[in-house]
């Protein structure tokens, strides 16, 4: 399975005033990780360079948190594709502060290439093809 686990180091600067993190940084955390994910193909850049695309966007995102996450926590992220469709994949993540729940996440993706009136959303099956050979699924 496509899967990618990060670890993240909490620190003061996460955190808003109620000394819990700010939770953009949630989508911050999810987007690194699918990144992380990328990593071991030769990152983003690489993959757009070899697939002829502008870029892996978001077409969506959503969150719900589950337990505060604290300055000092060390998190525990992990990704991995739900779904594949012929123009988006779907991700879910979790987020756990040892064995607390802390939240769950999706992402739909696009991979983004020029078209006649800008950019729209292009076909994944290389990009698939390309995620199955290295994770084997």
């Given amino acids: 399975m496509m899967r990618a686990t990060n670890p993240v ?3 003061f600067g996460d955190c808003d005033p109620a000394a819990i ?3 953009p940084n ?12 990328l990593r071991p193909l030769g ?9 002829g695309i502008v ?14 996450i604290r300055d000092g926590d060390t998190l525990l992220v ?9 123009r988006t994949l ?9 064995d607390n729940l802390a939240f769950e996440g999706t992402e739909v993706r696009c991979l983004f290439t020029r078209g006649e009136n800008g950019i729209v959303a292009g076909d994944t099956t290389d990009f698939r093809e390309m995620l199955s050979r290295h ?3």
């Fill in 21 to 23: 993190v700010f939770y």
């Fill in 26 to 37: 949630i989508f911050r955390w999810m987007d690194g990780a699918f990144h992380h994910m």
């Fill in 9 to 11: 180091q909490v620190v």
């Fill in 55 to 68: 870029g892996i966007g978001l077409v969506e995102v959503g969150a719900r948190f589950r337990s505060p």
């Fill in 43 to 51: 990152g983003h850049q690489y993959i757009c360079d070899a697939l």
């Fill in 135 to 137: 994770y084997g699924g």
């Fill in 90 to 98: 779907t991700l879910s993540y979790t987020g756990r502060v040892g």
């Fill in 78 to 86: 992990e990704g991995h594709v739900t779904e594949w469709a012929r």
